[in-house]
């Protein structure tokens, strides 16, 4: 069974990882309207990941008596400018859910919830992946510059990330 404590910060976070997909989902769509196929394809499969997130939290709460909470969200920016500022956006925003998920990580010590606490590593994992592929790409897309070229051959290079498949989810 669940503390309304743990209860409730589980519901915070399935509405972060909801409103993340939809961050993502907004990328997608921006970067499809530019003309970038390789990065826009790379947003859609993001935000479907960031959906699975979401369903996973969901059906764990009700799974442990709880009640899983499908709320209202916060409407993601709707361009992002450039593409060096949208991949800050993504690591900016990647580094905040880790922090996020370590609140929740600690709430679960001080309210002795072990199940919860063994439940949660799996994102802690998936935080470091998802950090560690945004900062790969930050640092791709520095190298690059305001080459329109290096643009060119870095949205068919993203299609590749895009198809590696997340056996995790
Ligand atoms: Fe759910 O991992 Fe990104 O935000």
């Not at 802690?124 to 930050?138: C, D, G, K, P």
């Not at 791709?140 to 299609?159: A, H, P, R, T, V």
Request: no cysteine; proline share 2%.
């Amino acid at each position: 069974m669940l503390s309304k404590k743990v209860e409730k910060a589980l519901n915070d976070q399935i509405r972060i990882e909801a409103e993340s997909s939809q961050i993502y989902l907004s990328m997608a769509s921006w970067a499809e309207t530019q003309g970038f196929e390789g990065v826009s394809a790379f947003m859609y499969a993001h935000s479907d990941e960031e959906r699975g997130h979401m369903l996973k939290l969901l059906k764990f709460v009700n799974e442990r008596g709880g009640h899983a909470i499908v709320s209202e969200l916060n409407a993601p920016p709707t361009s992002f400018g450039s593409f060096s500022g949208m991949f800050k956006t993504l690591f900016d925003h990647e580094v905040m859910v880790s922090g996020k998920i370590n609140d929740l990580v600690d709430i679960t010590l001080q309210e002795k919830d072990y199940a919860t606490h063994n439940f949660l590593q799996w994102y802690v994992s998936e935080q470091i992946e998802e950090e560690a592929l945004a900062r790969t790409i930050l640092d791709k897309i520095n190298l690059i510059g305001d080459d329109k070229g290096g643009f060119y051959l870095f949205d068919n290079d993203i299609k590749l990330l895009t198809a590696t498949p997340d056996t995790n989810q």
